[in-house]
């Protein structure tokens, strides 16, 4: 066979005229009298071929097998690309079981959750199903390089750890060499405590844990968490301006590079207040009070508890987007009581606190706020929540040495990614998910 | 005091002749007379202020303090940075502690490494404790805008799963819901998989765990991993050449971005076969065989037993710096008993894999090689490493479905950070180190 470079399947119409070898997955084969039209699929998406007289050169090569071909390319104004290969040799590389546990080329899989996610590798050579991963890569991509750009530093954090960070939340336990310890259900005690150290600005991209029995179609026991934190802000605002900033970042970045993927998964861009395309637009904001004022007056829903259930989250989203246009609607000012103990009270209502939520399209997806830096505060915080500042001094040591007020966010990437994209279940956005009854793949 | 906007203390020489107000940490106070010099640092560097009479106005700010001040920018040629901030108005947002348990504010901080890690936080405020991570985040950034542009995809696999990918590594134990599972050693067999899903190019960044009871300078018990794995390769010499492109992207990101950090500790660039800033040069190349043989013939040293001893490694590193001003070598061919199952066995002689380490200035920082494709082959290397290949359908599965020839590597990201900036012990590149003894901060 002939020793051509390989050349990547998105590429192709760059060699005109030319040779080229081209390797991937044989995606789908239809037999037009003596021709064969084939669809190979790499890395970079996929491409025609058309075989004249194959002469059943096919028949040892299955949907799925990897294969290696070489032809010359030739514009061809009704393949999907505008350019197609002229087949003069062809190989298979690997042949596939021809009995897959479910047909891979079709728009949608026709396969439901549990079969899809039992067979993910395989699900994968959908586009469909793997367009999701590749705007999941673009939202990392995009979280990072805006970060950067204002001064942000990547840090990593152990994710084994002696202690949790937020009250609520359950804990897996770790044997570490005989002794207890747990996973990191946040980041949030070392993200702080890297503002005090002078990194001042500081992101994380990394798994949290959560071990919760919960079996919701937005949750699961293991995601990634983008966690950003800041140092000498005027207060939570900061923070919120910066999230806003971000998203619309984003939007611009997925409108350039995946429109393709919104079209064929039906899903569409996010809308935010300024439109696509500009300057960030400054998203709606209702106090918590607001909130439930907004819900009893225009949707008739009285609802006496601190928290917004998730009928609430989508009201209100339906609101914004009535009102401003938006997906996205920060709610500010929760009370409390339904806050970690680092959570920064409002100086005028102690019982507030300066920290926020973004409902996006009816869903949160980013819980943040300004934190307390005074450590007497701090330590007093945690105690009247019932932990003893003595476990905490790994963390509430460097605020007795100069901790500027800071605060912080962090959005579920699974979350943010299904949201984005219109899919139901947040395991639709996580490659092998991990809930309380899977753990394979 | 005044309403302006802060300004980074980098950009402060872009404001000459404007008042600006500056936030960061009181890192050094020198009184000459009736002046005060201060040094204030913030997340972009650090910035000479200079104020006259004071009169007591310091009294209440210890060093490390959060203070805010305003001033007029001015040029001066003695300022580190060549301009000052002639101060009108200083305020402390957050005094420190004036008992510092050890000065941060010197070239080397005095303190042993345990007492730097206990107090980590703290730690950082010294300019030259922090490079290791200002270094850390470019690694880690030039390694995934590489692979981007490489048409590789970031991927995300998960940390808690059923069954351990390597042979020898012990595994730490997490309840899950009840059922015992393991924290991953390596992203191996997930990132294998998704090179089969037709991901084909894939990369991640994420927490690798190791439970072995080694207390030695170079190994912790959970580290940062740089992992990479692609389709359709010719042989383990691509994925060796992508490692070389990247390490030489890398070193001349280095020279761009950190020359200021390498002074400050005295490090030296990597020294690349080709020399800085050219095209990626070859790094040299040994067979095991052959690395045995320069180890008897240069330095009279016979070493019998498959693996090389670290002083082995230190040895050859020697050699390829003599030979080929190469601070790099790589180290091919090794036996198949000390390599996993996956490990892709030389076709001519079975008893050898297609397998590679690369060895920088005397320390291994990479562990690669081509993995075997076929399922059938696969199964029964599992079953003679003793292990039953039912256990691992989850993994063989993808291979019955069209698996082309793949290879990867993963890189310590530690480890790669503290040979680059000539740090002793891989704690002084590890933010919050996860040891036999340490599990907190």
């Not at 367009?131 to 084994?160: D, N, Y």
């Not at 935010?272 to 009893?296: D, I, S």
């Not at 009285?302 to 709610?331: K, T, Y």
Request: hydrophobic share 45%; proline share 6%.
């Amino acid at each position: 066979m002939s020793q051509l470079e390989r050349v990547a399947v998105a590429e192709v119409g760059r060699h005109e005229g030319r040779r080229v070898r081209v390797e991937g997955w044989l995606h789908r084969v239809r037999l037009l009298g003596e021709l064969a039209f084939l669809v190979v699929q790499d890395y970079s998406g996929s491409v025609q071929a058309v075989w004249e007289k194959p002469n059943g050169g096919l028949s040892g090569s299955p949907l799925e097998s990897a294969v290696s071909l070489v032809g010359v390319v030739r514009a061809e104004k009704r393949a999907p690309s505008g350019y197609e290969v002229v087949v003069e040799e062809f190989k298979v590389i690997a042949a596939a079981d021809p009995n897959l546990p479910f047909e891979v080329a079709k728009p949608v899989v026709d396969a439901g959750l549990d079969l899809v996610l039992d067979h993910r590798p395989l699900s994968l050579r959908n586009t469909a199903v793997a367009a999701a991963f590749r705007v999941q890569a673009t939202v990392g991509r995009v979280f990072r390089s805006f970060l950067e750009s204002r001064g942000f530093t990547e840090v990593h954090t152990p994710k084994i750890v002696a202690a949790g960070a937020e009250g609520g939340a359950a804990l897996f336990p770790v044997d570490y060499f005989g002794r207890r310890a747990y996973l990191a259900q946040s980041p949030q005690f070392y993200k702080q405590m890297l503002v005090g150290a002078g990194l001042e600005r500081v992101f994380e991209v990394a798994a949290a844990y959560r071990a919760e029995e919960h079996d919701t179609s937005r949750h699961t026991n293991e995601f990634i968490s983008l966690d950003l934190e800041m140092g000498f802000i005027a207060s939570e605002e900061d923070v919120m301006r910066l999230e806003e900033e971000f998203l619309a970042a984003l939007a611009a970045e997925l409108e350039r590079r995946h429109a393709a993927d919104f079209v064929l998964l039906k899903a569409e861009l996010p809308k935010l207040p300024g439109g696509a395309g500009t300057a960030a637009g400054t998203f709606p904001r209702l106090t918590m009070a607001q909130a439930h004022e907004v819900l009893k007056k225009e949707f008739g829903k009285a609802s006496p508890s601190g928290n917004l259930a998730p009928e609430g989250e989508r009201l209100l989203a339906q609101w914004a987007l009535c009102e401003a246009g938006s997906d996205f609607v920060f709610i500010t000012r929760w009370p409390a009581a339904s806050r970690p103990p680092y959570a920064y009270r409002d100086p005028e209502k102690p019982e507030l606190t300066k920290s926020f939520d973004l409902i996006f399209r009816g869903t949160e997806i980013t819980t943040g706020g300004q934190r307390i830096h005074e450590a007497a505060a701090l330590e007093a915080s945690l105690a009247s929540a019932g932990l003893d500042p003595a476990d905490f001094a790994f963390y509430t040591e460097i605020f007795r040495y100069g901790m500027p007020p800071h605060g912080g966010l962090a959005i579920g990437l699974e979350r943010l990614t299904a949201k984005l994209l219109g899919l139901g279940n947040i395991r639709e956005a996580t490659l092998f998910p991990r809930d309380r009854s899977r753990l394979v793949p």
